[in-house]
């Protein structure tokens, strides 16, 4: 592929209004792809920024999760990309980094359809305001609106389980998310944990460099069909299901399991697939496993996912008995001025496309059947 010949500019933070409290339509809090089609789609429906709607985002540039990927992920290596609606994906050369590659995309793709997303802006809470709004509360103002589209991903909340013997290893640990790329684990012993696309990537590279163990809670299932469709539709309606009940989401890879990707094919030609079962117990210099073996180990890395960065919503009391916020669609069954996207069977890229314009059009039907009750 040709490297894109449009030079990057930075998109510059828009400040956040200097008065107490700000009045808008709607709210959208977060900049990644759930968010940006959102915000695409409020202004394809008429919807201002400014007056009609305003894009909040924590980060200090666009990009949302794909600013934060590990160098050593390329263009070439991302799989299930899809563009966000009404601006095409530019040819990146293969080789080059989605960190910097896609980032680029986004903030052009902003500053092409005018969306004036206020960054860097941390929502603290969302709470009532009183005659039927919201309130949300952030370190760069206040805002009032009649309508939230939450976009915050997962990215913000790395999961890291707790295992005996946590706080006594004397290596390295760190969360995927934290990972930088194999040469920091040249001549290591590596202990990677975990079962999802995240874990593959990360032993194909870690195992061209270091000694690498790798284990996880199930047996992986690897799928040696290619990915299709209908496997597609059939992890996210599990999902969905989850969702509508109130639970929290599956992993999707539990239903799809592990397609051929490049990094899985390396990973198994260099013999990095011969997975163990979880270990007991941490010491600190290894890990001791149930039967008794052990490994003595350098570093563990936490290829185990993240959770909803839902937090600021705790005043709102979204939450059902199951632990997660139930759905219907995209609004939250207890108060459906509240949508979320990217959130459960939308957390993939087509899928915060449609969760993003669906969300639009649930929020303006809404206000305009409040607008007729009022006249």
């Known amino acids: 592929m040709v490297e894109h010949a449009t030079e990057a500019v930075p998109t510059a933070p828009v400040p956040a209004a ?40 924590a980060d200090d540039s666009p990009g949302g999760a794909w600013a934060h990927r590990p160098p050593t992920l390329t263009m070439a290596a991302v799989h299930g990309f899809h563009e966000l609606p009404g601006m095409p994906l530019p040819p990146f050369a293969a080789q080059r980094p989605a960190r ?15 969306l004036r997303v206020r960054r860097p802006v941390h929502v603290r809470a969302v709470r009532e305001a009183g005659d ?6 952030s370190d760069a103002g206040r805002w009032t609106t009649r309508a939230l589209i939450n976009a915050t991903g997962t990215w913000t909340r790395p999961f890291l389980p707790y295992y005996p013997g946590a706080e006594l290893f004397r290596g ?14 040249a001549g290591q012993r590596v202990l990677v944990v975990g079962g999802g696309a995240s874990a593959i990537q990360i032993l194909a590279e870690t195992a061209e460099v270091a000694r690498t163990l790798w284990a996880t809670r199930r047996p992986p299932r690897f799928r040696e069909a290619a990915f299709t469709p209908e496997i597609g539709r059939e992890a996210v309606a599990m999902v969905a299901r989850r969702v509508r009940a109130g639970l929290p989401s599956a992993s999707v890879v539990s239903v799809t399991g592990l397609p051929p990707t490049p990094a899985l094919l ?62 219907d669609g995209t609004a939250a069954v207890a108060d459906r001025r509240v949508h979320l996207v990217g959130y459960g ?31």
């Open 132 to 137: 039927g709004r919201l309130l949300v509360e």
């Open 18 to 57: 200097d008065v107490d409290v700000v009045d808008v339509d709607v709210v959208v809090v977060g900049a990644g792809q759930a968010g940006l089609s959102a915000a695409f789609h409020l202004r394809r429906r008429g919807f201002e920024p400014g007056e009609g709607f305003v894009v909040l985002d």
């Open 266 to 327: 390396r990973a198994r030609e260099l013999g990095a697939l011969e997975r163990l079962p979880m270990f007991e117990r941490l010491t600190a210099d290894g890990a001791v496993w149930p039967d008794g073996h052990v490994e003595q180990l350098d570093a563990v890395v936490w290829a185990t996912g993240f959770r909803p960065e839902i937090a600021h919503l705790a005043p709102l009391g979204l939450r059902a008995p199951g632990g997660g916020i139930q759905l």
């Open 100 to 114: 910097d590659a896609l980032p680029e995309y986004f903030a052009a793709y902003e500053r092409a359809h005018d």
């Open 345 to 375: 069977p939308s957390a993939s890229t087509v899928g915060a496309n449609r969760a993003g314009r669906a969300a639009a059009v649930a929020v303006d039907r809404m206000l305009a059947t409040e607008r007729v009750a009022m006249a």
């Open 172 to 185: 390295r640990q760190l969360h995927s998310s934290e990972y930088g790329g194999p040469a920091e684990f």
